[in-house]
């Protein structure tokens, strides 16, 4: 069986086909986590028979009336994840192997690895320990500066304006992390950044054909080569948190976020909060604690829809550039 070998958000991942945004390292690097694409129903765990809990079941349906995306667990051993179009997943709580599989009537590769690179990651990540946030990271000096809320706040078209700037991407939707010698540093994704095409529209400089639209998701893709965008393959360590808030009007405004606010916040983004035990929330206070005491923090008041993201990225250079001397210290590799 063909076998492709890659790194992401910091683990080491086989898959049975070809991912999109990574780069093969031809078994180079140790199997923390195996993908099985349109696994065959033979090829997969049986779990018909296992009893499921709903964990959640999404208010918007089909035309058929079936909801857009449901997500059960299995005995206490899986997580069963449906999405739209018979697009379904399945996770062992190991956080070691993930199966996916589609009806036959389409090929779904290009739409099942977003739903791997996103949901199906953080569910992994969850499962082994790792900390992370819903969030984009973009390398600033050697360090990295996370731009964390929740879907459809901007982070991602932050994170594709900074890129304009100069600054490179480091990972976009799911910013895993890992502490080294007590300094918290940010792992790379993938080399892709997705945006709402109405947000494409806010970053001056990108343009993009229907060849980057993602079947099925109406989004659209953004990888090395288009305009200036450019991505970091190293870990860095972590320099500022941004937490966006949406605002209805037009008003922008980078304000410092004291520690306990940043605590709130932070904990609020760390999700998929479903799938969390009493241990598992434990370990997430402890360390986003310890985050939000060591880590500056800001929030911003943004309208994706109607800011300018390019001025508002420089105003965070500004209010980011005195902390960048201090903190925590260089780190190349993790």
Known sequence: MDEWH??????????????????????????????????????????????????????????????????????????????????????????????????????????????LMGPLMRMVLRFRGIPFLHASAVNVGDKALAFVGSSGAGKSTLAAAFAQLGYPIISDDVVALFVHDHVIAVSPGYNRIHLWPEALRLVEGISVDENHLIPGWDKVFLEEGISSLSFESRSLPLAGVFLLTHHDSDREAVEPLAPADA????????????????????????????????IPAWQICFSPEGSDPARLGKEILEQIDPHMSGGQKGLSIV
């Not at 997969?44 to 995306?69: K, T, Y």
């Not at 760390?270 to 206070?285: C, E, N, Q």
Request: aromatic fraction near 10%; charged fraction near 25%; glycine fraction near 4%.
């Open 6 to 115: 890659y790194r992401l958000f910091g683990l080491g991942l086989t898959s049975n086909r070809p991912l999109p945004g990574l780069e093969d390292l031809s078994k180079s690097v140790q199997t923390d986590l195996q993908v099985f694409f349109n696994a065959e129903r033979g090829k997969r765990p049986a779990i018909d028979a296992l009893p499921r809990q709903p964990l959640h079941i999404s208010a918007e349906r089909e035309v058929d009336g079936s909801p857009m995306l449901a997500i059960w667990e299995l005995d206490s051993t899986y997580i069963l994840l449906q999405a739209r179009h018979g697009l379904a997943a399945l996770v062992d709580r190991t956080g070691t192997r993930v199966w996916i599989w589609w009806p036959d009537v389409a090929d779904q590769t290009e739409t099942a690895a977003l739903l």
């Open 263 to 294: 605590l709130v916040e932070l904990l609020t983004c760390a999700h998929p909060s479903f799938v969390l035990d009493t241990t598992m929330r434990l370990r997430d206070f402890e360390f986003f604690s310890w985050l939000a005491e060591t």
